[in-house]
């Protein structure tokens, strides 16, 4: 007997329920551990490269806890299986919802609203070097899908911005054509790797990074099972050169060292073991007695995330990094987990094994430097405040090719190198920077002037950052001479990607009252006596709701009253500052503007 197929024709409203529904329970057997492979088997072990982060899920939810609504984005659908939708966004020109918009941050991009209505997307530049023509592709793909220009920021990388949704996926695959790449840049991964921007060229250095920065990070972008940790996880490399990397500001920094002999392992250079650093939680990474061959600095790294990977807090987000790990367990307990999975004790050496590491030189980011190659040197370009044009990376290509090596470094200082420039080059080199509008000298002032992207990219930022440092800058530059390195960062949130905790002068964004009736406007507040390497140590309050029309002053007054005050012409600003309190700093400000206004 033939039996006819029954035709229903649902109404769209039907259609659109019965998706939704269906929708559901597929997550619902996502979230039971029941999707792809485990499919019809109940409570089953979850197998695939998610599997880790699934079993630190459960645990949190048999404790009666609740997932932080990031982890149920991840659980319920993961990013990288979800580039079907993003296409289709970007055909729609469609912006993307709230669980879209922390997915596509493993793709590098983040949909900045209310901020702008649009994408920013940052790359993965490993130990921050790139070739010329990589920097002038970059520059045409700016010119034709996003805003004219790109910032470099602080973990020396790029960043893109003014992103519609339609150019999305065009702008990450047109990355991917320049052998470049955003994948994992954003959200719950292991960010950009950073290291020695002098990386064998620099005539100090114990050791060349570039090995074991690209190393780290090809193992992480060949391994999904290192995406989608507790929070965002940071690695750096220093090699001991001339320019600071701030290792000490990450979660895990590998410090190149020198080991004497006779202390029972092989002398030379290793690199030291720091973990824990987050200084926007005002702690730096900590260092102990280990000691790891460079060799074995991925398989380190590798373990330690391992390890933060189940039991990282996936609760509060707050929570959620490793210092937070280090804290509630102590290191010791940590660490011996990390030698457990190595399956190897770690290798230890008391303080006085290890030489002091060659002195950074706070200007060696700005203008020409010899290279430990005989008759080369690298330049360091200063842009302002990372932002540099399309021509302008055009013309630092052409610049670097012609006249260089080549290679375009960035730094975590927001400026970048040309390195490999001939004794006979320099000065051609030079007159070509400054006709497409740049400069290799800056003033102290300048030179280290940092700011975020601030309010006018970003949705979290309370103030106009990079507006308000260049105002600090333009205001001070030509009434307060400087003669003495000077740091002075501007964050837009406690979030603190301008470091503003480890600076000279720091300035974080708030909401100013300035009165009842009146909306709040912005401002800061503003710490002295930060300091990273060496002089490690998170800055001092001196002034709290300091409005940002006044904050240019405020800085004035401050480094006219170190220059009265300071104890010798030698004497740095943060040392100045360190031997003050908040109070006596504030009392010296003001009694310089009272002298001024006197003489006026």
Not at 126 to 147: R, S, T, V, Y
Not at 167 to 193: F, K, P, Y
Not at 520 to 529: M, R
Request: glycine content about 10%; charged content about 25%; hydrophobic content about 40%.
């Amino acid at each position: 007997m033939k039996i006819e197929t029954l035709t229903v024709d649902f109404t769209d409203e039907q259609k659109r329920y019965l998706e939704g529904f269906t929708t559901g329970l597929q997550i619902s057997r996502v979230g039971r551990g029941l999707g792809g492979g485990n499919a019809g088997k109940a409570n089953a072990e979850p197998i695939g490269p998610d599997a880790a982060h699934i079993k630190a899920q459960d645990k949190v939810t048999a404790a009666g806890k609740k997932l932080a609504d990031q982890e149920k984005f991840k659980r319920e659908e993961h990013p990288f299986d979800a580039y079907p939708r993003l296409k289709q966004q970007a055909l729609d020109n469609a912006p993307p919802n709230p669980a879209d918009n922390f997915r596509w941050r493993y793709y590098g991009l983040f949909y900045v609203a209310p901020a702008q209505d649009s994408y920013m997307c940052r790359l993965r530049i490993p130990n921050g070097i790139l070739k010329h023509w990589q920097f002038a592709g970059l520059a045409d793909l700016a010119e034709k899908l996003c805003g004219p220009f790109c910032h470099v920021t602080t973990r020396a990388n790029l960043q893109v911005r003014e992103i519609p949704p339609k150019h999305a996926v065009a702008l990450i695959e047109g990355i991917q054509d320049l052998g470049l790449c955003s994948r994992g840049t954003g959200a719950d991964n292991i960010r950009n790797v950073t290291g020695t921007p002098t990386a064998g060229i620099d005539p100090q250095e114990l050791l060349d990074t570039r090995e074991y920065a690209r190393e780290w990070h090809y193992h992480i972008l060949n391994d999904r099972s290192l995406y989608g940790l507790p929070r965002k996880f940071n690695v750096a490399f220093d090699g001991a050169g001339k320019i600071a990397v701030l290792e000490d500001t990450n979660d895990i920094a590998f410090s190149a060292v020198e080991v004497k002999d006779a202390f029972g392992v092989e002398p030379g250079v290793w690199f030291r073991l720091g973990l824990g650093g987050i200084t926007g939680h005002k702690d730096f990474a900590k260092y102990g007695d280990i000691i790891v061959k460079p060799a074995d600095a991925t398989k380190v790294s590798d373990a330690i995330v391992r390890i933060f990977i189940d039991l990282g807090d996936r609760t509060n987000r707050n929570k959620a990094r490793l210092k937070y790990v280090l804290d509630g367990m102590g290191h010791d307990k940590f660490l011996a987990l990390v030698e457990e999975r190595l399956g190897q004790p770690f290798t230890r050496v008391p303080p006085e094994a290890l030489s002091p590491r060659p002195a950074f030189d706070r200007m060696a980011h700005i203008g020409v430097h010899k290279q430990k190659q005989e008759g080369l040197n690298w330049i360091g370009v200063s842009l302002p405040l990372g932002k540099v044009t399309c021509d302008q990376m055009r013309g630092l290509a052409r610049i670097a090719q012609d006249l260089g090596d080549g290679d375009i470094r960035l730094t975590v200082w927001q400026n970048l190198l040309i390195p490999g420039v001939s004794d006979a080059n320099v000065e051609l080199a030079i007159a070509a920077i400054r006709k497409i509008g740049l400069a290799v000298e800056a003033s102290q002032i300048r030179a280290g002037l940092i700011a975020c992207t601030g309010n006018a990219g970003c949705r979290f930022a309370a103030s106009n950052t990079k507006r308000h440092a260049a105002e600090i800058g333009d205001w001070c530059e030509p009434r307060v001479n400087i003669d003495t390195p000077l740091n002075i960062h501007v964050t837009g949130c406690h979030h603190s990607c301008a470091q503003h905790y480890i600076s000279d002068i720091g300035l974080i964004a708030a909401k100013v009252d300035v009165g009842e009736d009146v909306d709040p406007v912005e401002g800061y507040h503003l710490f002295t006596g930060g300091g990273f390497g060496p002089d490690a140590d998170v800055g001092q309050e001196v002034y709290h709701d300091l409005k940002a029309e006044d904050a240019p002053q405020t800085v004035e007054r401050l480094l006219k009253a170190y220059l009265a005050h300071r104890s010798s012409p030698q004497e740095t600003f943060l040392t100045f500052a360190r031997r003050h309190d908040g109070e006596t700093l504030r009392k010296l400000a003001d009694a310089q503007v009272a002298e001024t206004q006197v003489s006026l």
